[in-house]
């Protein structure tokens, strides 16, 4: 079957660094992907370059048979690709239940179909606020929350744009033990239902009990792509992580 | 119309030596801007500021305006600091440098303005140097004095920056700054304060910048509005953070201002900077030399 | 409360005021009272684009001169047309001029918005400056509209049923300010009215969520610019005799920025506030001191403001604190401490009448004090600047002794260092 996203060698400079080079990754639909990777192998630029945000020079990215290239981060987002970001970003002078009303008005109800209303609206952030462990927080503002609920938020905004792949930019940082295996544990949940969801983390725990692929990235390169029993013993990719 | 080839040759040579000068005026803000991110508006101010400043030296103690701009210099490098500091404690900090940021430095302009305004007046002001009234003649060309001095003056002013950014250590430590704080943290240099240090050389270099003003045309105070225009226009078109550029930039400027000064009239000359800024922004905005 | 029911307040209120100005009996009123009018648009106008949304506009008087000068440029133009109102033959009725004016701004709002706003929020602060200096290049160099020379346009003197031409401007203005309320109010609890503040606090993040971010900047910037160009197009009848120097006036861009920074830039009252505080405040002291000191007051608070209480007298209201903390850094304190001098000196050159304008900033002194003063554990700190205040009440006030008393508060206030490390969170 045809990919969900398929990114075909993507590359990207920043002035003379080459942050990615010629990465090609195939995700499935209902595939749960780890991407690890040690700091600045450009992890972010690639999630970047997928969503949007940032464009990338060579190659393309398909999404669900479309090309996104040309596409604003905003069109990919309605066509079902979400992501939260590695360093929290809320909407600082809105509350905890309005950051997530900014999806859900913005794409949820930009896209053809039936439209939630007022109430619905109000029913989903609760829903969504339950989901990530911030029940009943919706009316504190994100200055009051701690960073490990602030990435929570993300979380649930990245979720609240009823994406058809969700890409968790390190989510889990700073997590206790069971927060990790909660959010693990919801995560698989949802792809239970049917999210394609790429994790892009260090806590390798989780990592290795989530993924049923593991890519790993190394100064912009692609060095290893696959069951992540196997990746994790490949010697590149140990020789990355512990020197040699 | 009649293009004589005496006119254009000396036009395009007046523009030259104004592109230079222009740049002095710039240099400050491809450090501020450029640099460091910082959209300091106000800079036009403290050059006009600098204008004044050299005005009084020049006329109750006879020193010629640009030494007394090099040796009031520090006091403009104090005053930078303060104002950095200010604006670091009450905006930098909390991320609100775009919109409060902003608004400080529109105050700050006013006020400077103003104040001037209220202590000087409105009338033009001059000063007086023996290089002020001879030009020297190359061939066709008029060279007069009052535009030469200041843009060797400038052009100085600029070669010595940039080796002072390329090849000294503090120099490299601002360049760094602005492509990657937490690397620069980690080598134990405080980000803060490199940033104070740039942003005050900047200020430091309108107290010469407005000695080189008050020597090519008599000043007033509401005159720095015109260069907040040039400034800017020059900075994105020259592409930020590259003194190069800048030069480049204001050689351009300088030229087509003065081209369109000699052959379409003097009231032309604000629109051809802000026509060029939007131009810039509209077609590359990353400038000639931009990274 | 429903925009409709809000929209009949409005104009309720809105009546009341005009009856209660025809009451006092005497025109200067409405002069007067058309200028602060004005601004609540342009305070509003510049809110939606600037507040909202983020995104700082330089150039207010850029648009408000495209709207004046569009009237200046049909009244040349369609010199000749007869209304049942009016004996004389006059140019299109004002409304129509206020519709012209608001769509010429409004495209050229969008226009300079599609140039910059891909850019970062710097780069369309920068253009808004441009964009005002060419315009009043091009005008001053049309001689059709006037030029340099300026432009007359004749007004009747009275208008059926109204009265005095005066009122009838006064009204119109009125309108205006109610429309400009109203459109800000509804787009504040609308769907837009989220995607702004979302832009405001976090454009990439807001990208993400799917917010079409060059899409509503374009619509912030042609409303904001619109309302600007129709607030602009009664002008001309206003003033009778237009130049550039005063179609494009300082006084726009400063107080457009300054009034809602001083109300409080989260909301529509804000403007509302900051227009009338300052709009009156403007009024009465013109008469009393030179338009340089006057701008020079604006522009310090705007400096003050933006430090000091960057939430303007709005958040103070709601009980956001002012940025009390923000003494603790010295240079923050110097510098505010002496920028603040500055109009008190002046205001002491001016007019005795002009007096009560210093007490502004001499309350500024006093806050100053009293926050340093107690983060450094020096309480009779404050005394200092209140004598000061108090020596220049007297008619004849000793300057020496109060510079004195300044110097000494200053110094005082830098010797030590705060007593306690100041909080690190944000405010």
Known sequence: MTALLEVDNVSKRFGGFVALDGINLSVKAGERLGLIGPNGSGKSTLVNCICGTLSNETGTVCFDGATMNGLTAHERTRRGLARSFQLPRPFASLSVAENLRVPLLYTVNARSGPHLSAAEIDARTAELLSLVGLANRGSQQPRDLTQVDMRKLELARALAAEPKLLIADESMAGLSNNEVADIVALLIRLNERGITIIMIEHIMRAVMSFSQRLVVLVSGKKIADGAPDTVIRDPEVERAYLGQ | ?291 | MRTFTFALICVAVAAATFVAARLVGNDYVFFAGYVVLQYIVLATAWNILGGYTGYVNFGSAAFFALGAYATVFLHKAFPVVTTYFVDEPYALPIPVLIVIGAVISGIVGLGMGYLTLRLRGAFFAIATLALAVVLQTFITNWSYVGGSRGAYVIRPNDIEPIGPYIQYLFLLMLALAVLALVVARSIERSRLGLGFAAIRDDELAAEASGVPTLKLKLIATTISGALMGMAGAPFPYYIGYLQPTSAFALDYAVNSIAMPMIGGTTSWIGPLIGAILLGSLQQVATVTISSSVNLLIVGLLIVDCVIIAPTGILGLLQGRRTARDVVADPAVFSLLFAVNVIPIYFLHQEAFAARPLEIIFWAVLIFLAFARGRLIGLRWLVGLPIAGAALSMVPDPPRLIMALVLAICLVAGLVRRPRDPVARSTP
């Not at chain 2, 119309?1 to 240099?27: K, Q, W």
């Not at chain 2, 103690?61 to 490098?77: E, S, T």
């Open chain 2, 1 to 291: 119309m009649y293009v004589s080839a005496d006119l254009l040759i000396n036009a395009l040579a007046a523009g030259l030596l104004l592109g230079g000068f222009y740049a002095a005026v710039t240099v400050g803000v491809s450090i501020s801007f450029g640099i460091l991110d910082i959209v300091n508006i106000a800079h036009p101010g403290f050059i006009i500021l600098g204008s004044y400043i050299a005005y009084i030296v020049n006329t109750r103690l006879g020193i010629d305006p640009i030494i007394a701009a090099v040796v009031l210099a520090p006091a403009f490098y104090a005053l930078g600091a303060l104002v950095y500091q200010v604006y670091y404690a009450s905006f930098e900090r909390y991320g609100q440098e775009s919109l409060r940021g902003l608004a400080f430095f529109f105050g700050l302009l006013f006020v400077t303005e103003v104040t001037l305004i209220l202590v000087f007046g409105v009338d033009y002001r001059y000063v007086d140097a023996p290089y002020i009234g001879p030009s020297i003649q190359i061939g066709l060309i008029d060279l007069p004095l009052r535009m030469l001095v200041p843009c060797l003056v400038a052009l100085a002013l600029i070669g010595a920056l940039q080796l002072f950014l390329s090849r000294s250590f503090l120099g490299r430590a601002i360049m760094a700054v602005a492509q990657d704080q937490l690397a620069l943290q980690l080598m134990a240099a405080s980000p803060t304060r490199i940033k104070r240090i740039a942003f005050a050389l900047s200020i430091a270099t309108t107290a010469i910048a407005g000695a080189l003003l008050i020597v090519i045309q008599p000043v007033e105070p509401s005159i720095g509005r015109e260069y907040i225009g040039r400034v800017f226009a020059i900075c994105v078109l020259g592409g930020l953070g590259s003194l190069p550029g800048t030069l480049i930039g204001a050689f351009l400027l300088g030229i087509v201002e003065s081209v369109t000064s000699t052959f379409y009239g003097p009231s032309w000359a604000p629109a051809v900077a802000f026509g060029f800024l939007l131009i810039t922004l509209a077609v590359r905005p990353a400038g000639l030399f931009g990274r």
